[in-house]
């Protein structure tokens, strides 16, 4: 969501967190900020509303320098978008912090705070935490001690990165429920909520965990953990090559990402399929004992990745014979749930650091399924580290708010999962597995034929530049993929989309058609295409404009009104995965057209790690 930079070196760090913070900004971005322990031996910040070039700006009209600061982005939670709500927050001019995640007795501190003489000058969260911290160093003279005392009054959620001008030789960070990873250099160490930020300074890192504390100087770390012991902490060498924080010859990430797709499926089916079936070992060493005992699944996960949860419910049931339920994380995490016996547990997330997903984990914990399992893009969050079992998609890291390659290759992982199920459990018929495992392989060149549809796309997309809403129809495992290419649509064209399944629009929705509202359906060839059919006359009836993905053996034709697309034919059960591609190009076209900020769309983050 926000991001956080810091460095203690020997040479001016203001540089370095700058680009650190370019490359978090895709993450949130309403304002940004840098405070430095200038040479002269001040405390000194500049702080913007926008994007961090705005800061870059103020930076070069009035320059930093030093070699110890801290550095954030911002995605407003408390307090609207303003320079004087952006981090890093003072106490006097002696304390700076930066922070990210919400700091929920914020209210009762600060009048406690001002109470004792402390004048507030944002509408944060955050502030309350520099004031404290200032009024703990009144007793706890150092600055590690002070933040450890500090912290234990904090409820909620935060990475914390903390300087003082009196204690200049070291960077303080405190990490609960928001991720903080320490870059180490030679001689030189620095702090990021994402090693994407670090990774032009160093490729070895220390991941802090839930309660950690850590005093960082330029030639040594010390951490502590929740109960206040020092800890060592394993160092993990980071060896992705860089390149995925550059568009190449893209215009957009997402553009990029989008074209990604044939590569990262095939990475993600790598060393995980055997001649005829799913390697169920994919998922851990303990996968196929547990596997064996599922009697059902409970999936849960947020936007993007919770339509790909309602796919893989049409698979289990469909292809593995098991019952599955689906929910959205943050209801999940406050109902009462009841558990099946014999549940498993799973989550789906690209970044693993979604806080409600996170939350429903760990309440997963305390009510009994059998274990759980986390479908996740990132290997060092921490969905993945505090799941039992885990199956990393290789996305690579997206840069583009609207998630493209972390959705395919979930399903991807998903469908590994249906067949692992079916195996074990002995309810998938080898030679439907056999088959699927040939047409898995077959996926990523598929997937190149629907991306070979790029330019048709790009013209389709004219017919959506003036218009404000978009109905979008499928059916069964299709209908997700309608809703997902509803969401693609709203989030960077702030086009009005809705998805239904195309059986229900004569229960309502079909009052909105008439020729100002275009309706998108995915049509393959498969049995529910006789009934698709009939929802299309219907529409086609009230005036309405179609715009059809459609199998080429479907029987949908051009006509007046109607604008077919042919898509290649492939098998049905991966066909949600392919006519997603065609989706994600529409939606990027028409934000294209409409001129909108398509890597970062207006008011949102990529990784939610608040409520
Ligand atoms: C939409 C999008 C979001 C995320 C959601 C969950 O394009 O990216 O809806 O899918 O915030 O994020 P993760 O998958 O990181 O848990």
């Not at 993450?27 to 840098?34: C, F, I, L, N, P």
């Not at 970044?351 to 986390?374: F, H, V």
């Amino acid at each position: 969501m926000c991001g956080i930079v810091g460095a203690i070196a020997e040479r001016n760090i203001t540089a370095i967190l700058v680009e650190g913070l370019k490359r978090l900004e895709y993450r949130g971005y309403d304002s940004a900020g840098v405070a430095v322990f200038t040479n002269d031996g001040d405390l000194d910040r500049r702080r913007r509303v926008g994007k961090v070039a705005g800061l870059d700006q103020a930076l070069a009209e009035q320059p930093l320098a030093g070699r110890l600061g801290i550095a954030h982005t911002r995605w407003a939670t408390h307090g609207a978008p303003s320079e004087h709500n952006a981090h890093p927050h003072f106490s006097g001019d002696q304390l700076a912090v930066v922070h990210n995640g919400i700091i929920e007795n914020y209210e009762a501190l600060r009048e406690q705070l001002k109470g004792l003489g402390y004048v507030f000058t944002s509408d944060t969260d955050t502030e309350v935490i520099v004031h404290l911290l200032h009024h703990k160093l009144k007793t706890d003279t150092d600055l590690a001690d002070a933040l450890k005392s500090a912290v234990a009054e904090l409820h909620g959620a935060y990475g914390l990165a903390v300087i003082s001008a009196s204690q200049p030789d070291r960077l303080l960070a405190a990490r609960s429920g928001s991720p903080l990873v320490i870059g180490l250099g030679l001689g030189e160490n620095f702090l990021a909520s994402d090693q994407l930020a670090l990774r032009q300074v160093t490729d070895r890192f220390i991941y802090l965990e839930e309660g950690d504390i850590a005093e960082i100087r330029r030639d040594s770390v010390q951490i502590w953990d929740q109960q206040g012991c020092a800890v060592q902490r394993e160092q993990v060498q980071y060896h992705e090559g860089a390149e995925a924080a550059d568009k190449g010859e893209y215009r957009h990430f997402m553009l990029k990402e989008i074209h990604e797709q044939p590569k990262v499926v095939q990475r993600t089916l790598e060393g995980r399929l055997g001649t005829d079936h799913v390697l169920v070992n994919a998922f851990g060493p303990r996968a196929a004992e547990l596997f064996a005992k599922v009697r059902n699944v409970q999936i849960v996960a947020c936007g993007t990745s919770y339509h790909a949860g309602m796919v893989a419910r049409y698979w289990l049931e469909d292809l593995a014979g098991i019952p599955c339920q689906i929910e959205v994380a943050s209801e999940f995490r406050y109902r009462k749930v009841v558990v099946q016996p014999d549940t498993l547990f799973v989550t789906i997330s690209q970044s693993g650091e979604t806080a409600d997903t996170l939350a429903a984990l760990r309440n997963a914990k305390e009510l009994g399924y059998l274990t759980s399992l986390a479908i996740c893009n990132v290997g060092t969050s921490s969905l993945v580290r505090e799941s039992d079992l885990t199956l990393l998609t290789q996305a690579g890291p997206e840069i583009g708010v609207a998630s493209t390659k972390a959705f395919t290759t979930q399903l991807v992982g998903l469908m590994l999962l249906t067949l692992s199920l079916g195996q074990v459990r002995g309810t998938l018929d080898a030679g439907v597995e056999a088959h699927l495992v040939e047409e898995l392989r077959r996926l990523p060149t598929r997937l190149g034929e629907a991306l070979a549809m790029d330019k048709t796309v790009e013209k389709v997309a004219e017919l959506f530049a003036e218009k404000h809403h978009t109905l979008f129809l499928g059916r069964g495992a299709q209908y997700p993929v309608a809703m997902e290419g509803s969401l693609k649509l709203k989030e960077i064209s702030y086009i009005h989309a809705e998805a239904y399944p195309a059986g229900e629009l004569k229960h309502g929705p079909l009052a909105l058609v008439d020729s100002d509202m275009p309706v998108v359906t995915v049509a393959p060839n498969n049995e529910l295409v006789e009934k698709l059919k009939s929802n299309l006359q219907e529409v086609r009836a009230r005036g309405g404009e179609l715009i059809v993905f459609a199998d080429r053996e479907a029987g949908i034709d051009n006509g007046v009104g109607t604008h077919v697309v042919a898509m290649p034919h492939i098998d049905d059960s991966l066909a949600p995965i392919l006519y997603t591609i065609p989706l994600q190009l529409l939606s990027y076209y028409v934000a294209v057209l409409k001129g909108t900020d398509v890597d970062q769309p207006r008011n949102l983050a990529k990784s939610v790690t608040v409520e």
